[in-house]
């Protein structure tokens, strides 16, 4: 959400604040974040271990920096192309959040399939799941648009969350969490 919001601010000098701006904002987000799910969830099939997750953070992050180092050179870039605050925002939106997000989104599948111990939990673990992301994503909207963006420049928000994400990654990678047990017997039979 943080780079979500961020957004608004990284398109506004070139296409304003409108409607269009948002719709295209939102849009490249929510196709961005189905495309991980579905990634997510497929790669999740594949003999899921933290280290594999703390990977997705690593390019998480990884991606995540043309944004921060570029999106005014390529704001700037496709304003010129196409003047159309819709279009262009949209163009905008899409180069800039459609990397990026979709390899977030790939995030919560994958956290599902880790902390799922058996079928007959997975909907209460789903549902804890999708509550404390939901959660965190009021928070992170809340601390951006209230204080972060007070606080910060716009890039160094950017850094931090680019920073954030390499460290969940990197301790996912170096302090593996070993299956459960009914896992580790279902990938023994494959």
């Known amino acids: 959400m943080t780079v979500e919001l961020l957004g608004g601010k990284i398109l506004s000098p070139y296409f304003g604040g409108s409607v269009y701006v ?6 490249i987000f929510m ?17 899921p271990n933290t280290r594999k997750y703390g990977v997705i ?3 998480a992050a990884i991606t995540t920096l043309p944004l921060v180092i570029w999106h005014a050179e390529l704001s700037d ?18 180069i800039l959040f459609l990397v990026p997000t979709t390899i977030m989104g790939m995030v919560a599948p994958y956290s599902v399939r880790l902390l799922v111990a058996n079928a007959e939990s997975s909907g209460q673990t ?11 994503s009021a928070l992170g909207t809340i ?9 910060f420049e716009l890039d160094n928000i950017l ?22 047990k009914a896992e580790k017997a279902e990938l023994s039979h494959e």
């Open 159 to 180: 850094y931090g969350v680019t920073v954030v994400l390499a460290l969940v990654g990197l301790v996912a990678i170096l302090f593996p969490k070993p299956l459960p």
């Open 31 to 47: 196709l961005a974040l189905s495309i991980g799910y579905l990634v997510g969830g497929k790669l999740s099939l594949k003999e």
């Open 126 to 136: 789903a549902g804890f799941l999708y509550f404390v992301s939901t959660l965190g």
């Open 143 to 151: 601390m951006t648009s209230f204080y972060l963006v007070l606080w």
């Open 22 to 27: 948002w719709g295209s904002i939102i849009t």
């Open 77 to 94: 870039w496709v304003f010129m192309q196409i003047e159309d605050p819709r279009y262009g925002s949209l163009v905008t939106s899409l």
């Open 57 to 59: 953070f690593i390019v």
